[in-house]
């Protein structure tokens, strides 16, 4: 396993001192802007409001160690940029400008690890780190056990479980619709005061609050949205989509996220600590981007998706669902139908040829790749046909630099690369 770079230069001082000074501390307003969240992604619990996702008191699944890979020796190359895996995931012996601030990872090969590491300033192995959207793919899992055990049907509207909704943009709209983001909602993820990504982030508390009328629960602000054109379109990405998914859970269950999520997902992958889930005033967990695991956990997360949703010989996640989401759609039909919604879409630059469904991304359709992806650097890839599971939970500096993205993706092909010539 690769170790963390011994020379590695902390970002200028955060959180040091007791107390630290004014000038070091987080704000609100300042906790996912650099150099702060090197230290808040790593210590979310003292950030924002959290509760458990119980990993129950079974067994932790094993990662036991593989043959090591040398990831100095791996290349990456996008365009006429290069360098090495290690550099880039900041664990090269030397220091190599690659590294846009990567706190944790680890590749799994047929479930052993082949390589790891912790270079973050603040990261270790035991601590959780925020997944953003990384953590949609979570939800995603738990709908389709929800599916497969009667409680929710994927062509039902949401006003049926959730009749506040009726008067709503939300109303006509399907699970299906939800979970592969082609509702008519008018909601980007992206906007400035006054929009309704703006005031969702404020009514969880996630920043400063802007607005004196501000609803007191993210799902008071869903009941709010209004919708610009049918449902079924093309391809959107709206984080509005997941926490609605999230609602719908809880009502169809009667039971709340983090016991929910715990007892049908985390406990049963074999999870070595809890969850942790960020929660709005009203105690709503916000599913689209407020969960925070250890880099182990990511990748037994990772690993579950791989091995069709099967831990030994307990089935936790439909191994069918899995199946259709690598698929696009599972029948011809379908499947033309998803990758047209995204072609159309604007992310469809981004991953030509590509798709999402059930709310995975999959960047590599011809080899049926599963992938999440949250901003700031946190990545899930589960490539089944390679055995290949790679987790990585950073601190970019920016959100999503596109030049930080690719080359990860050249790294982790690159990667898959590697460990598919040993076998």
Known sequence: MSTARTDRVLDPAVMTGFPPPPEQRWT???????????????????????????RGSGPVRSLRPGEALDLSAITWQRGRHTGTVAGLLGVATEPEPDDPGTDAFVVLHDGAVVAGGSPGPFA???????????????????????????????????????????????????????????????????????????????????TPPTHPDLPTSMYDLLATLSADRPHGGAFQYRSSETDLLGWLCERATGVRMPDLLGELLWAPLGAAQDLDAVVDPAGAVVVDGGFACTIGDLARFGQLLCDDGAVGDRQVVPAAWLADARAGGGDPTTA??????????????????????????LPRADRGVLMSMGIHGQLLWVEPDRRLVVAVLSSWARPQPMSALHATFAAVDAIGTAVAQRS
Not at 342 to 361: D, V
Request: aromatic share 8%; with cysteine; hydrophobic share 45%.
């Open 124 to 206: 270790a192995a035991d601590r959780p780190h925020l997944l953003m959207s990384c953590g949609k793919a979570m939800i995603g899992a738990l709908v389709g056990i929800l599916v497969d055990r009667g409680a929710l049907r994927l062509d039902v509207p949401v006003q049926s479980w959730i009749p506040e909704l009726t008067d709503t943009g939300y109303a006509d709209a399907t699970v299906r619709h939800l979970l592969d983001m082609r509702s008519g909602i008018r909601f980007v993820d992206t906007g400035g005061a006054g929009s309704p990504a703006r005031r969702l982030r404020e009514a969880i508390g996630w």
């Open 336 to 361: 033309v139908d998803v990758a047209a919604a995204f072609a159309a879409s604007q992310s469809a630059a981004l991953f030509p040829g590509g798709a999402y469904r059930s709310h995975h991304w």
């Open 28 to 54: 609100l307003a300042t906790w996912q802007q650099p150099p702060v969240n090197r230290w808040s992604f790593n210590h979310l619990r003292e950030v924002l409001r959290t509760a458990r996702v119980g």
